[in-house]
């Protein structure tokens, strides 16, 4: 958890090594993916992010709690890529079909995130109209 309070407060030097000390001694320890993973976003390194979350998938993706999070933040790796193809793929397989139903608030509000920045972003309508019901 400190590794992500150390990313939380712009020491990403100090959360990057803690996220890795955490993932070392277990690697399945969905905190220590998730902290990375917003070390990843804020330094603006979204083909590791993505190239991470899909090597170590099968290890956070065990963590019913944080693992639609960590699917969420692929999704954001994808859109800030330009993939949107591949994030809608993520959304509709995995987040939607998985964790929606039967998930916490947090996935339905990652959820609904993700769709809104997709129409932030100019994403046609009639992508995201089935998708918002």
């Known amino acids: 958890m400190i590794a992500f309070g150390f990313a939380q407060t712009n020491y990403f030097k100090e959360g990057e090594q803690y996220a890795l000390k955490g993932l070392e001694l277990n690697p399945y320890d969905g ?43 692929l999704c ?12 809608l793929q993520i959304y509709d397989e ?8 039967e998930s916490s608030l947090l996935t339905m509000v990652d959820a609904a995130s993700f769709l809104f920045r997709l129409k932030l972003n100019g994403i046609d309508k009639s992508l995201l109209k089935e998708r918002w019901s």
């Open 76 to 87: 954001l790796y994808h859109i800030e890529s330009n993939q949107i193809d591949a994030a």
């Open 31 to 73: 905190w220590s993916t998730h902290a990375l993973c917003h070390i990843t976003e804020y330094k603006n390194d979204y083909k590791f992010g993505i190239d991470f979350l899909n090597k170590t998938e099968h290890e956070w993706n065990v963590c019913f709690y944080i693992a639609p999070h960590n699917y969420w933040h």
């Open 94 to 101: 995995i987040i939607f079909k998985r964790y929606v139903e």
